[in-house]
């Protein structure tokens, strides 16, 4: 549902129910946008800020967001982003700086599919620092999913932790909803092939997703350098139902 709206057709509260097949209420999402006023931002409907609180099916607030966008390109992509996340109390949990990288020009940018996304986490005070990553992204289906993805872990120095390359493999109605059928992850010391070491490989599948998004069932199979399975692991997960 939409209210509040600007002069300029921008709805500045929006509500998000999200339901199962028989129509029950998974989560609600209660959304409040920002705009600079009287900017060209405004007149085109790309956000200031963006606060979300979810909320349960009992109307619960689980946690909340606060997103603020910047630089903007030509297609509506924010290149820049801040996320405070919040719990259920509003205390500060961590934020995020992300800066995204597009093809400039290609089809890719315009459909939003970014081809790099540098995350930095901090502690509540913004400037202890908690983690760093680099994430590429290469052959996207049509439904916006990555099949190539490389990871690359970073220290407070930027110094390089590790580094991953994962292949996802997605199929019929799970492609729609971007819940993989299983995803290849091979992690190294470096990137550099000629002087990188192995560390691990493994392959995760999943099977029977739930209403949230959530795999009840995984098989890891962790492999040898030159490919051999060295073990496997059946995982079968529960959750509190509707919680």
């Known amino acids: 549902t939409y209210s ?49 609180v979810s909320k ?28 405070t996340r919040k719990d259920s109390g509003g205390v500060t949990l961590d934020i995020k700086t992300i800066v995204t990288t597009y093809t400039q020009g290609s089809v890719n940018q315009a459909r939003g599919f970014a081809d790099s996304i540098a995350t930095t986490t901090y502690m509540p005070d913004g400037t202890t620092f908690v983690s760093g990553q680099m ?36 199929s019929g109605i799970n492609q729609h909803k971007s819940q993989a059928d299983s995803t290849d992850v091979t992690t190294y010391t470096a990137k550099d092939p000629a002087t990188r070491l192995f560390i691990e490989r493994q392959t995760i599948t999943y099977s029977n997703y739930d209403n949230y998004g959530n795999a009840w069932n995984q098989t890891i199979t962790r492999k040898d350098s030159g490919g051999l399975t060295l073990d496997v692991k059946v995982i079968t997960n529960t959750y509190a139902q509707g919680t």
């Open 4 to 52: 509040d709206y600007d002069d300029y057709g921008n709805a500045w509260n929006q509500t998000i129910t999200k339901k199962d097949s028989g129509g029950l209420t998974l989560d609600v999402k209660v959304i409040t946008n920002t705009y600079a006023q009287g900017t060209v931002d405004q007149h085109k409907g790309l956000v200031q800020t963006s606060t979300v």
């Open 56 to 83: 349960d099916d009992n109307g619960v607030i689980v946690e909340s967001q606060v997103t603020a966008y910047s630089n903007y390109d030509n297609y509506g992509n924010a290149c820049n982003q801040t996320v």
């Open 135 to 170: 994430v590429t992204y290469a052959s996207y289906d049509n439904y916006g999913n990555a099949f190539n993805q490389t990871i690359t872990r970073k220290d407070s120095s930027g110094a390089t932790i590790d580094y991953k390359e994962s292949v996802s493999v997605y």
